[in-house]
């Protein structure tokens, strides 16, 4: 989806050199710089896909996200550089983090059977909610340009080899004085296991949307599972906007850590932190009476061991870290004036024609095992008995096999996932055979898959 662009071009002064994200608007390539006297800068550039580079909208959506962050000045936000244009498309130069998104360290600590330290996780967090009060504070001419970021999760948070947080991708970021025109009326538009209820309500939203993010990641990291789940994308909706409180977490969390989450996590959202630098604030101080109180030299130790691991032998394509078309700013988009959400499916997607296949299997195959042998089945000597299946996964279709995607090298996660088509299938009654029927053979263990809290969209859903 990126033949427009090779490894070895030229984009202005710089050279790129590989993918490291991407999505359905957009691809991100990891280039650099030469000067005189050996100056050398690797950067990230974000450059729109074929079929989008000139349409409009899409150039709108780049320009509004370039001219947001780079009036945010800020340690904890990645910083945008410079906007270029080339006959092939738009692009923005970007801060390259040398680092891993805190979805792809939780993923490595889960392979090695343990879970993220809980002091790393708040103290990231409450970085993270330094850098989002200040991009709340944009203003322009005196009045606020309402910013609200609509997509901060575990994917768009970065964490450098030296500890620092990063937060990223203000692609879907509602604000004021956009260029491209806002889509927030009538859609749902971010990650369902991170938004907001108003946000899924496609009501007016604010700060405190973010903040309700802010305290859903931590969650999510922690306990691994959204604070309102679901057995599906549309049941974790309806735990969402339901009225049911969200569950406290578990007592391995310090008490003042848990009450901070459950705050940020009020359903009312006058009932949460008003500002992110309260929660800020307020995660600080838990954790000093959590004495757990924690310096970012100490987050780059504790989640050293989790980092990809780099090699100055390695190339490209070869890198621990490589991931071409990995898309992590999944966004689902649908009209509210419908009264349905399109969802997407997830691995469960095979679950219809499973249940279907058995509804007419076992019936079958329970006759079969049954019935009396007729003298036209008996006549060439062959024997009355049949095999029946030896059990329900024994006629269940094997499930699909995931593998995981490896994480990036360096990371500026942008863009939104791909679609999978649902698959049709059809199932039919075997008719009976005068042949005994053979055990079909246990399907293989399959390798779990990595979990994710990101949907798999639409490829015209738009970050």
């Known amino acids: 989806m990126t033949q427009h662009f090779d490894p070895g071009d030229r984009l202005g002064r710089y050279e790129l050199t590989h ?33 989008r580079a000139h349409q409009k909208r899409f150039q709108d959506m780049l320009l509004d996200e370039a001219r947001l962050v780079a009036r945010i000045n800020h340690p904890n936000v990645a910083q945008i550089w410079e906007v270029g244009e080339d006959p092939r498309s738009l692009y923005i130069v ?39 009060h200040v991009a709340h504070e944009l203003s322009q001419d005196g009045e606020p340009l309402g910013l609200v970021h609509r997509d901060v999760s575990p994917q768009n948070i970065l964490v450098s080899r030296h500890g620092i947080a990063k937060l990223i991708d203000f692609g879907i970021a ?14 749902i538009k971010g990650k369902i296991s991170f938004m907001a209820p108003e946000q899924a309500r496609t009501e007016d939203m604010d700060r405190r949307a973010d903040v309700w993010a802010i305290g859903a990641v931590a969650y999510e990291l922690i306990e691994g599972k959204p604070p309102c789940d679901g057995h599906s994308d549309l049941g974790r909706l309806a735990a969402l906007v339901g009225p049911t409180p969200v569950p406290p977490m578990t007592s391995r969390v310090p008490e003042p850590l848990r009450n901070v989450v459950a705050r940020a996590l009020e359903k009312d ?34 989640v050293r061991p989790y980092f990809h691991r780099r090699r ?7 890198a621990p870290g490589h991931s071409v078309e990995r898309a992590v700013s999944s966004t689902i988009q649908a009209k509210r004036d419908t009264g349905t959400i399109e969802l997407p499916l997830e691995r469960r997607r095979y679950l219809p024609v499973v249940l279907a296949g058995l509804a007419v299997a076992l019936p079958v195959g329970l006759w079969m095992a049954t019935r009396t042998p007729s003298n036209a ?79 798999v969209v639409d490829e015209n859903a738009i970050e």
């Open 174 to 187: 509602k604000a004021k004085e956009r260029l491209a025109a806002d889509t927030t009326t009538g859609y």
């Open 377 to 455: 089945d008996l006549k060439d000597g062959s024997s009355p008995t049949t095999s029946s299946p030896s059990s329900v996964e024994d006629l269940a279709p094997p499930r699909e096999a995931s593998s995981a995607p490896p994480p990036a090298l360096s990371v500026w996660p942008s863009g939104t996932a791909t679609a999978a088509t649902s698959p049709q299938a059809s199932v039919s009654p075997p008719a009976p055979s005068a042949a005994p029927s053979v055990q079909r053979p246990r399907a293989p263990a399959r390798a779990p898959a990595r979990p994710t809290s990101a949907p």
């Open 19 to 51: 993918v490291i994200g991407g999505g359905g608007f957009a691809s991100v390539w990891r280039a650099r710089t030469v000067g005189p006297g050996g100056f050398e800068r690797d950067v990230a550039i974000k450059v729109m896909r074929p079929g």
């Open 312 to 318: 100055e032998t390695d190339t490209p394509a070869d």
């Open 269 to 302: 959202r006058d009932a949460r932190y008003p500002t992110a630098l309260a929660l800020k604030e307020a995660i600080e101080e838990a954790l000093i009476e959590s004495e757990m109180e924690t310096s970012a030299t100490e987050v780059a130790e504790l």
């Open 94 to 132: 970007l801060e390259l983090v040398d680092g891993d998104s805190l979805d792809d360290l939780r993923f490595r600590a889960e392979e090695m059977g343990k879970s993220l330290p809980i002091r790393a996780v708040f103290r990231v967090l409450a970085d993270v909610c330094a850098g989002l």
